[in-house]
């Protein structure tokens, strides 16, 4: 798995760079066909010059074979941000993979919607 961590308006430290890496370790145990994931973490000062918070942002493009997930967060803590975003993308992959399992287990045969009609006519045997 290739991943890649950028900052824009901020530095990213160490520190941020462990957070994330640890982070992206736990999705990638749940799902291993992961081609690439690039987080970027930025810093919005748009509301700080009204006396508003400055926001932290965190956002993630994760490439499987045939799809590509999007996330990001916002919070005034990078560390909060940085773990609510790996929160969604791991209910993103927890959801394709769900899809992707229920893709093989159907088959191009009939699935239990469809009821034989000599089965449903038969009397039941007491």
């Known amino acids: 798995m290739n991943v890649s961590i950028s900052g824009h308006h901020i530095s990213v430290t160490d520190a941020m760079n ?15 066909q992961i081609q690439s994931i690039q987080v970027i973490l930025s810093l919005d000062n748009s509301g700080a010059s009204d006396g508003g918070q400055k926001s932290h942002k965190a956002e993630a493009i994760m490439r499987v074979s045939g799809k590509e997930m999007f996330v990001q967060s916002f919070d005034d803590d ?6 609510d975003m790996t929160d ?10 769900t899809r992707q399992e229920g893709k093989k ?3 191009a045969g009939r699935d ?3 009821v034989d009609n000599d089965i449903a ?4 045997v007491v």
Do not use: C
């Not at 640890?22 to 145990?29: P, Y």
């Open 121 to 124: 006519d038969a009397e039941p």
């Open 78 to 83: 990078m560390y909060k941000a940085i773990n």
């Open 112 to 114: 239990g919607r469809y």
């Open 88 to 97: 969604k993308l791991e209910r993103q992959v927890r959801k394709y993979k």
């Open 18 to 32: 462990t957070a994330v890496r640890e982070k992206l370790e736990k999705i990638e145990r749940h799902f291993d």
């Open 105 to 107: 287990t159907q088959g």
